[in-house]
């Protein structure tokens, strides 16, 4: 059984287009909307010299440079979830087994039930997305443009989901509001046992 999904996945047209295409085709968007979206600083010079932007570099960097699993099992997961039709209203059931009618309201209202799309709601390959973010993790390395934009072992869910049910990049867009970089930040903060440093 496993052998023919992974042949159904590899066959089916939901995956070879965008499996095909050179990723920094795909990535170039979320690389310019975290460009367009940094601040503009002025003569910064010396703050590279102080530990506490060293520590808060290494803090936020850190968070980073794991991204590349969670986002490559996001792509191979998305053929097979095109393929099995699956949406939101499938996955919560309660505990008698009885499907949850209320559970989804809310997602419902947002536009975000349905998980088995192709394209995102202006018309772009989800998986050109997933392949992207691969990339940008990659990329994380020399310019850590998805650190900016939030996305790190804390969002990953959030940014799988919001993916998948067809955000595209406005995701990155609701990741980067302050209050929640700013939640992320101190999360890392203490995850990696730095309180105090700032």
């Given amino acids: 059984m496993l052998l023919d999904t992974?042949?159904?996945v590899l066959e089916s047209d939901h995956h070879y287009?965008?499996?095909t295409k050179p990723l920094d085709v795909t990535t170039k968007p979320i690389k310019d909307l975290a460009i367009e979206m940094m601040p503009k600083v002025g003569n910064k010079l010396f703050d590279s010299m102080f530990p506490t932007y060293q520590s808060n570099v290494k803090t936020d960097n850190m968070a980073s440079m794991n991204g590349i699993g969670p986002m490559a099992l996001v792509n191979?997961?998305?053929p097979i979830i095109s393929m099995a039709?699956?949406?939101i209203d499938d996955l919560h059931y309660t505990q008698s087994g009885l499907l949850k009618q209320d559970a989804n309201y809310v997602l419902r209202k947002m536009g975000l039930d349905n998980i088995d799309l192709q394209y995102d709601r202006?018309?772009?390959s989800i998986l050109d997305l997933t392949s992207a973010l691969i990339n940008a993790h990659v990329d994380a390395a020399k310019f850590n443009y998805i650190g900016f934009l939030n996305v790190n072992q804390y969002t990953y869910?959030?940014?799988a989901y919001m993916v998948t049910s067809g955000v595209g990049?406005?995701?990155f867009l609701f990741l980067s509001q302050p209050?929640?970089?700013s939640l992320v930040h101190n999360y890392n903060t203490i995850n990696n046992a730095e309180v105090g440093k700032d």
């Fill in 6 to 8: 992974m042949g159904s």
């Fill in 17 to 19: 287009i965008d499996t």
């Fill in 76 to 78: 191979v997961i998305r």
């Fill in 85 to 87: 039709e699956v949406n």
């Fill in 122 to 124: 202006y018309g772009r």
């Fill in 157 to 159: 869910s959030v940014v």
């Fill in 169 to 171: 990049t406005n995701t």
């Fill in 179 to 181: 209050i929640l970089k």
